[in-house]
């Protein structure tokens, strides 16, 4: 059992392969967090983070034990913390009493260790059979007001997730002005935080700053995850890297607005706490009630960031992506966005998919511009009708001439958005978020709909089931390209609008668990202009993403690179498309698109019909080749050998992914830069067995493992722009 309860120390341990998860209920049945880290021998841990120096101005619970002037919840590490009760640091929880008192005083009540993971109601979650759920129950010591503290343990994957369910069995309405899922008290030392920061088609840029005194925070207010911050940190310490340090991964399985916030406190410990966004939130909780937080996932790497990152790869793609795709062989797609954008018909797409075919792609994916009137974005989101004239006959027939031509059809959808020149916008105005008497802020000229409403979101599902149903359609791309403002929602009171974004969350959450086990044959993909709803919240509905609106392979080779800290490349959507290319110009070669693409799904993003003959060749050559590799650049450990952020150490980004027994590799490394006079680089292989033997690409020299790792092997370099190579290593 993964979960241990020590009778005599009351401590309750955690434990998964490589790592170490403790808490204890001390003398006044606070729970205290007393240690995460590497996995050691049993023993109660909290002599490691005593309050014996009194924290200045810090004061004491009134049942503070004799003696122990320094015992203060400023000072005390907690397994959750509130506010308002004299923990001055950042707080996890804020507890607006009924008799409008703002603080909660959590104590022990009970404690149950199940087999299997626990699930939350109406949010998305890692799951498993095989994992083990410990549930703390804490009451507040005033109140009814009770915490019940879920932590979920994966041993194989060193991941532990951890939620948290409010329960109100008072005898009034309390209303959660806070309700973040996760404290996490570190023990003393200096850290960092390593986060993912970016914009529309740069998402995920990789920052590391110092955790300090002044709070730092990753955020986001826009109704979804976002392209700006991704629900994702690493906070480490402040010599880690891919492979030395420790390294807790903090993930949000969550897609709306989030905050992970970290301070250095006034006794010089850090103190983490990940969450919903407490700005514009409040939520009521009636009496019996109950509120779930989202659930928080972390990882723990005692010899840094690799181990770290294939653990979530792992356990993302096993025990939180669902459905027949999230193992199996994706289709190769071709999508006909950068294509055509609005302008086309069947015919077209039928051209397309004629070429397409024969060089081996096997499902089209017609994108926006299919329904009502829509032939540029100023209109028709909401009316999810066909427009026959442009597809020159049913839905159903087009998908059948598709099919005709051997491949499967798709379909894209943006079914959280509305048009004001839609009919559902004429008919129901009342479906858009908007405040009373304010005209809303459009964006891309749409506006949201009220997913807080269940009558909305049913209006939505029948459309999409109507349309599902009429053809036969094999992928839907989900898209969402504004955020949300104006948040107000006319089907709740004046006083419940701070749960309108959370209210929206449940809405999706529930639309997508409905529409996707409803059809479990077909396979969808999240997109948000892009990557900006790339998170585990995403991931538990449709098992990839579109990574990013920018499809430049060089441009890539950031976002892909800071995406993977957190999600594996089977998640990863990514497409060659056409040079100039259509966001900054670039020209890069066919060869160095492809290859970054094969650190993804791979398919194609343009107008085959317009490609050369030789061009034509190339495709047919990488798709055989992404599928002779697939197995392994799927499912393989995957390293960070080069970072593309470090320009003044080298010119190249390299990545790998190996056999976990580590009898064959794949490094792909793209030169994302030129100089003259060029000296020669050499990139490490990781994950090799010391002892073997092995060949690179077949050739003649034989390297032990050991080599490849220790001195690596030299780059090769093309004398023109973006050169890119793949090196196969097999066993000799
Ligand atoms: C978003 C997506 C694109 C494309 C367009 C269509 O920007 O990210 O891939 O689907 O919408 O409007």
């Not at 005593?50 to 004491?60: D, H, I, K, L, W």
């Amino acid at each position: 059992m993964a979960i241990v309860f020590n009778s005599v120390d009351k401590t309750y341990t955690l434990t998964t392969k490589n790592t170490m998860y403790q808490m204890k209920v001390d003398e006044c049945g606070v729970l205290e967090h007393t240690y995460y880290g590497a996995k050691m021998d049993y023993m109660d841990m909290h002599y490691g983070v005593e309050c014996v120096y009194g924290a200045s101005f810090s004061p004491n619970p009134a049942d503070y034990p004799d003696e122990k002037w320094a015992y203060s919840y400023n000072a005390l590490h907690q397994e959750l913390s509130c506010a308002g009760i004299g923990d001055f640091r950042l707080t996890a929880m804020g507890v607006r009493n009924g008799d409008g008192s703002f603080g909660a005083e959590p104590r022990f009540v009970s404690a149950n260790i199940e087999k299997g993971k626990y699930s939350l109601s109406g949010l998305p979650s890692f799951y498993g059979d095989d994992a083990d759920t410990l549930v703390v129950t804490l009451k507040d010591n005033t109140n009814d007001v009770y915490f019940h503290l879920y932590y979920g343990v994966f041993e194989e994957y060193d991941l532990i997730t951890r939620s948290v369910v409010v329960e109100n069995k008072t005898n009034c309405s309390i209303k959660l002005e806070k309700a973040m899922t996760l404290t996490l008290d570190l023990p003393t030392g200096s850290y960092d935080m390593v986060y993912f920061h970016g914009r529309h088609t740069r998402e995920r840029m990789l920052e590391r700053t110092s955790i300090k005194h002044s709070r730092i925070s990753v955020a986001s207010m826009r109704g979804a995850s976002s392209h700006m911050e991704n629900p994702f940190v690493v906070v480490c310490d402040k010599n880690a890297n891919e492979e030395y340090g420790s390294a807790w991964g903090i993930g949000l399985v969550y897609s709306g607005n989030f905050l992970i916030s970290a301070e250095k406190n006034l006794q010089e410990k850090t103190r983490v706490v990940a969450g919903i966004n407490p700005e514009n939130f409040n939520f009521e909780v009636e009496p019996n009630g109950k509120f779930t937080c989202p659930e928080v996932a972390m990882v723990y790497s005692d010899s840094g960031f690799a181990k770290m990152s294939n653990s979530f790869h792992k356990a993302i793609r096993n025990n939180l992506c669902r459905g027949k795709f999230k193992n199996a062989m994706r289709p190769v797609l071709i999508n006909n966005w950068e294509g055509t954008y609005f302008d086309f018909n069947a015919d077209k797409l039928v051209a397309m998919a004629h070429e397409a075919q024969k060089m081996g792609v096997e499902l089209f994916v017609m994108d926006d511009g299919w329904f009502g009137k829509r032939d540029n974005d100023r209109c028709a989101l909401g009316d999810w009708t066909p427009n026959e004239k442009k597809l020159q006959g049913t839905l159903s027939e087009l998908a059948q001439r598709i099919n005709n031509e051997g491949m499967k059809f798709g379909i894209w959808f943006e079914p959280e958005c509305i048009s004001e020149d839609s009919d559902l916008y004429r008919a129901h105005p009342d479906y858009a978020l908007a405040m009373p008497n304010r005209a809303p802020q459009v964006s891309r000229n749409q506006y949201v709909l009220d997913f807080s409403r269940k009558d909305v979101v049913d209006n939505i599902y029948n459309q999409l089931v109507k349309v599902l149903d009429s053809a036969n359609i094999s992928y839907v791309k989900w898209d969402f390209n504004r955020h949300i403002t104006d948040l107000y929602s006319v089907a709740l009171p004046a006083d419940k609008q701070g749960e309108v974004y959370h209210r929206y969350m449940l809405g999706l959450y529930d639309l997508l668990e409905k529409i996707t086990s409803k059809y479990p044959d077909i396979l969808f993909e999240s997109c948000s202009g892009g990557g900006g709803r790339f998170d585990m919240g995403m991931l538990y509905y449709m098992p990839q993403v579109w990574t990013s609106d920018n499809s430049d392979a060089i441009d890539r080779l950031k976002i892909q690179y800071g995406t993977s800290f957190a999600y594996p490349v089977s998640t990863m959507g990514a497409h060659v498309s056409v040079c100039p290319n259509h966001q900054n110009a670039r020209v890069t070669p066919l060869k160095t698109r492809g290859n970054v693409a094969y650190f993804g799904t791979y398919g194609l993003e343009l107008d085959v019909t317009k490609m050369t003959d030789e061009e034509k060749t190339e495709i047919a050559r990488q798709i055989k080749e992404f599928k002779k590799y697939y197995e392994l650049i799927q499912r393989g450990d995957y390293y960070r050998l080069i970072s593309p952020f470090t320009p003044d150490e080298s010119l190249y980004c390299a990545w790998e992914t190996v056999k976990p027994d580590g009898s064959e590799a794949l490094v792909c490394a793209v030169r994302y830069e030129t100089d003259a006079c060029t000296a020669p680089e050499y990139v490490k292989v990781k994950g090799l067995c010391p002892e073997k033997k092995y060949r690179i690409n077949g050739g003649d020299r034989v390297y032990t493992g050991s080599a490849l790792m220790n001195i690596g092997f030299m780059l090769e370099y093309d004398f023109f722009s973006y050169p890119s190579r793949l090196y196969h290593i097999t066993l000799a």
